[in-house]
């Protein structure tokens, strides 16, 4: 199935692996409330409250960090997918 998010979403795939190297979590949130995926599609460009739109940020293929309890998610092939905002996207990790 092809995705095309329309303007300022992404969708993520959860990816399920091992902790190790940088853990981001606000101070106050438990442990299992921040998740590392990986984007599978982005919308092109967002925009802004002015009404300008602005290129995005998060790419096809980026690994981000992001909440886990969000609105929505949807099962793809047995895989768990989450669409976000850009903004709801905490981090992206450099590879």
């Given at each position: 199935?092809?995705?095309?998010?329309?303007?300022?979403?992404?969708?993520?795939?959860?990816?399920?692996?091992?902790?190790?190297?940088?853990?981001?979590r606000?101070?106050?949130?438990r442990?299992?409330?921040?998740?590392?995926?990986?984007?599978?599609?982005?919308?092109?460009?967002?925009?802004?409250?002015?009404?300008?739109?602005?290129?995005?940020?998060?790419?096809?293929?980026?690994?981000?960090?992001?909440?886990?309890?969000?609105?929505?998610?949807?099962?793809?092939?047995?895989?768990?997918?989450?669409?976000?905002?850009?903004?709801?996207?905490?981090?992206?990790?450099?590879?």
């Amino acid at each position: 199935m092809e995705i095309e998010p329309l303007m300022g979403w992404v969708i993520v795939k959860h990816v399920e692996e091992e902790q190790k190297g940088l853990i981001v979590r606000p101070a106050n949130a438990r442990e299992d409330t921040v998740w590392k995926g990986e984007v599978v599609a982005a919308s092109a460009e967002r925009m802004l409250e002015s009404g300008t739109k602005v290129p995005m940020r998060v790419k096809k293929g980026d690994t981000v960090v992001y909440n886990k309890f969000t609105r929505a998610w949807f099962m793809e092939e047995g895989v768990e997918h989450t669409p976000l905002k850009e903004d709801e996207v905490i981090a992206i990790i450099e590879k």
